[in-house]
C-alpha cells in the first residue's frame, strides 16, 4: 500500500512539473528566461528555508558536513529550469516534457545498471530497453505530430 502511494506522490510530483513547465514557459516569453528561471529559484529557496526551520526533524549530518559531491545537485536543478523555461515556448509542453522524460528514464536505468552515484545496482533488462525504446518512440511521434500541425 506504501508503494502505491509512493508511485502515486511520484506521477503527482510529475504532474505539477509539467504545470511548472508550462507556466514558467510562457512567463519567460514574457519576462525574459532568466528573470522567470530566478522568481523559481527565490520563491523555491524562500519556502526550502521556511520548510528547513518549521518542518524538517533533525539530521545526522548538515549541509557543511555532506559530501562535497553530493551538493552538485543544485546545478543540476537550475540546467533543468532554465532548459525548461527556454524550450517550452518553441517546441510546446508535451515535447519538452517527454524529451524530459525520455533524457531522465535513460540516465537513471544507466545509473541503476552501474550502481553509479552509491545506487543499488539494478541490471537493464529486457522490460528496461523496451520502456527506453518506448519513450523514444513517444518523443518522435510527438515531435512529427507537432510538425505536421506547424505545415497546417
Known amino acids: 500500500m506504501l508503494t502505491l502511494l509512493l508511485i502515486l506522490l511520484a506521477l503527482l510530483g510529475g504532474v505539477t512539473l509539467s504545470v ?4 514558467n514557459g510562457r512567463l519567460g516569453g514574457t519576462v525574459g528566461v532568466l528573470a522567470a528561471a530566478w522568481l523559481t529559484f527565490v520563491l523555491g529557496a524562500l519556502i526550502s528555508v521556511l520548510l528547513v526551520f518549521f518542518a524538517q526533524p533533525p539530521q ?6 555532506a559530501p562535497r559531491w553530493q551538493l552538485t545537485g543544485a546545478f543540476f536543478g537550475v ?18 516534457t517527454v524529451a524530459v522524460i525520455t533524457g531522465q528514464l535513460a540516465m ?7 550502481a553509479w552515484l552509491g545506487n543499488a545496482r539494478i541490471p537493464l533488462d529486457p522490460e528496461r530497453w523496451g520502456a527506453i525504446v518506448l519513450l523514444f518512440a513517444a518523443m518522435g511521434l510527438i515531435y512529427l505530430g507537432n510538425r505536421r500541425r506547424e505545415r497546417v
Open 20 to 23: 511548472q513547465s508550462s507556466v
Open 79 to 96: 540546467f533543468y529550469i532554465v532548459a525548461m523555461v527556454f524550450s517550452v515556448p518553441r517546441v510546446g509542453i508535451a515535447a519538452a
Open 108 to 114: 537513471s536505468v544507466l545509473i541503476d545498471n552501474f
Open 60 to 65: 545526522d549530518m548538515t549541509l557543511l558536513d
